[in-house]
């Protein structure tokens, strides 16, 4: 069975503060994501890795790192946490496809929900 | 740059009823994914579609995929509380990038017993 893990389901931190949000996928899967859901916005995606040591940009990147050091970790890092930055945070993970007909589901973790003071 | 745009953002609903949400795109798509996330949990996937004017149903979840492949719904026939969610389209860019979807900003779908 597929199985995203995230290393916290809750997190409060203060301003200023490093932190780490860890996901580790057991799919194998060559694709992993970072997203943040906020109401009425949706799911925004901050990151993402096609590869080990491969990262890209998403749409909302800014006060955000990732590192891949492995093919099933990816880590998102808050290099000083804001309070606009209080969220839930999603892991995600998929095959990786050029073909536009096979199917590139995404597999979410359970997320993290952090809260910046 | 690529937009994904879904409507209502919420519905409320008596049990029964039926339910659509719609999602429309900015630029043509290669395929588009529906999800579904529960009260508390995470996003799970339903449904891909491919092809322009495709139709597929899951029992009482009618989607489909407009002609021109920049729009889609998804229909709920005689909902129930089983139903209660939110629904997230999500769609893959004619690139053929591997693998990132762009998420519309969901429908949270009420049902009222």
């Known amino acids: 069975d597929v199985k995203v893990t995230q290393s916290s389901r809750y997190l409060v931190k203060r301003t200023g503060e490093k932190v780490f949000l860890e996901c580790v996928q057991d799919?194998?899967?060559?694709?992993m994501f970072w997203y943040r859901q906020d109401p009425g916005l949706g799911l925004r995606l901050i990151y993402f890795s096609y590869d080990v040591k491969m990262k890209e940009k998403g749409d909302i990147p800014e006060g955000y790192s990732v590192s891949r050091e492995k093919k099933e970790r990816f880590s998102l890092i808050l290099e000083s946490a804001s309070t606009n930055q209080t969220s839930m945070y999603l892991c995600a993970s998929s095959l990786y496809s050029l073909s536009r007909g096979q199917k590139k589901t995404q597999y979410f973790g359970p997320g993290t929900r952090l809260l910046v003071l | 740059g690529q937009q994904v745009m879904q409507i209502p953002q919420y519905q409320h609903v008596q049990e029964g009823e039926d339910f659509t949400t719609y999602c429309n795109s900015s630029t043509t798509l290669s395929n588009i994914q529906w999800y579904k996330q529960r009260p508390g949990g995470h996003p799970v996937f339903l449904i891909q579609l491919v092809k322009s004017g495709e139709v597929k149903k899951q029992k009482r979840l009618t989607f489909q995929f407009g002609e021109a492949k920049k729009n889609s719904s998804l229909h709920i026939t005689a909902t129930q509380t089983t139903d209660v969610g939110t629904y997230f389209c999500a769609g893959s860019g004619s690139s053929g990038n591997t693998g990132k979807l762009i998420f519309g900003q969901g429908t949270t779908l009420q049902v009222k017993p």
């Open positions: 799919m194998d899967h060559e694709n």
